[in-house]
């Protein structure tokens, strides 16, 4: 079994992987080609946004972000502890500082009830992460911010194609950001990433910030980086777009099988009713984190801890507060697992990797419409 099954997934969409990338080949426009321009343009009639500005990767996008944005040393962004290192990466980067707020252990986002008592006179932007494929409560987070002159950037890296209240993620705030790794629920064969705005200003800096701060060729009007995506990967993208809608439907699917046998038995990050998951991870929380990984992979099945080390812990980022600042993030960081997600997974294989977990948590298996076999 695989985590993530992308072998299966390139063989759904070869022939329109192949054509997109031979098409590539044949015009030989490997940098800002055509293709650069028309993912930008179908992303952004997906999310809703006005501009969308395919980057390097989903680093590039929020370090581009707080570029744009004018972020400088000294100046804070909230952010959470909970999340892939990049997030509070890219704002060290720039000599800001992250300050961390702790999660909803509920859904392992940040949460909105502890941000305002975090914000300072130095505070420039808020960043929460759609951790795990859900959106963050971003209708709370945008009060706060407005109330205080701030912006908001999503790091939603996990979470293209969800929805919040009816609206894209990516659209939900000043800025949001995601990532096209290749694991990701609309992912590329590399790097590869994207920003969005409704920002007429945001969105010029960003194109300018991204070819080395150049406003035309060889005028650099502000400092930038080599920050563009390549046009291999926009076709790449180009050709699974085609079925990124079906594809979020059967995770919604394979989760559902998850939580047919799970529900009540074991805890589930939980779901919020006012919006939608596209399950870029499907996490449970667990004692005896370590033997149970053991028991599963014994049995062949894969697993993932997304993320072991809260960010405030990092030895690079340990001095920036105290060790017992987030203790929700901490105690979650002790107890998560994530198990195989993805569009090709067969409830079959859910359910059998459902009661394999109840099993290592000495949990009474119920029955249910598939047999009972070793995965």
Same mark, same amino acid.
């Given at each position: ?30 940098? *800002? ?11 952004? /009639? ?16 929020? *370090? ?28 060290? *980067? ?167 046998? *799970? ?40 697993? /993932? ?71």
């Amino acid at each position: 079994m695989e985590f993530i099954d992308l072998k299966s997934q390139y063989q759904a969409s070869r022939e329109q992987i192949n054509a997109r990338i031979a098409a590539v080949l044949e015009h030989g426009q490997y940098i *800002l080609g055509p293709e650069v321009a028309e993912l930008e343009a179908r992303l952004a /009639a997906y999310t809703g946004a006005r501009h969308c500005i395919t980057v390097a990767s989903g680093t590039e996008a929020l *370090l581009i972000s707080l570029m744009a944005l004018g972020v400088r040393p000294g100046d804070e962004v909230i952010t959470t502890p909970f999340s892939f290192i990049a997030t509070a990466e890219v704002i060290v *980067l720039l000599g800001a500082v992250p300050v961390f707020v702790d999660i909803d252990p509920a859904t392992c986002n940040i949460a909105p009830g502890l941000i305002e008592e975090a914000i300072t006179p130095r505070t420039r932007a808020i960043m929460p992460v759609s951790l795990y494929g859900q959106p963050a409560d971003m209708d709370e987070i945008n009060a706060i911010a407005t109330r205080h002159g701030l912006t908001v950037i999503e790091d939603a890296a996990q979470s293209f194609g969800a929805t919040y209240h009816g609206r894209k993620s990516c659209n939900l705030s000043t800025v949001g950001c995601t990532s096209f790794f290749p694991s990701k629920p609309l992912g590329c064969y590399g790097d590869g990433g994207a920003l969005f705005t409704s920002d007429d200003a945001l969105a010029a800096a960003a194109r300018e910030i991204r070819v080395h701060g150049q406003s035309r060729r060889y005028v650099h009007t502000r400092v930038g980086v080599g920050g563009r995506m390549d046009t291999l990967q926009c076709a790449v993208v180009l050709a699974k777009l085609e079925r990124f809608d079906w594809e979020l439907a059967q995770r919604q699917r394979a989760a559902d099988s998850y939580e047919a046998v *799970l529900s009540g038995r074991v805890q589930l990050v939980g779901q919020a009713r006012d919006r939608t998951n596209v399950y870029a991870q499907y996490t449970v929380v667990v004692e005896e984190r370590e033997r149970v990984q053991a028991e599963l992979h014994a049995a062949g099945i894969p697993t /993932a801890i997304h993320y072991p080390v809260p960010m405030h812990l990092q030895p690079a980022y340990a001095h920036l507060s105290s060790a017992d600042a987030c203790p929700v993030a901490s105690n979650m960081a002790a107890r998560v697992l994530s198990l195989p997600m993805g569009p090709y997974l067969e409830d079959t294989e859910a359910h059998q990797v459902a009661q394999s977990l109840l099993r290592a948590l000495r949990v009474p298996v119920p029955a249910t419409d598939f047999a009972d076999e070793p995965v």
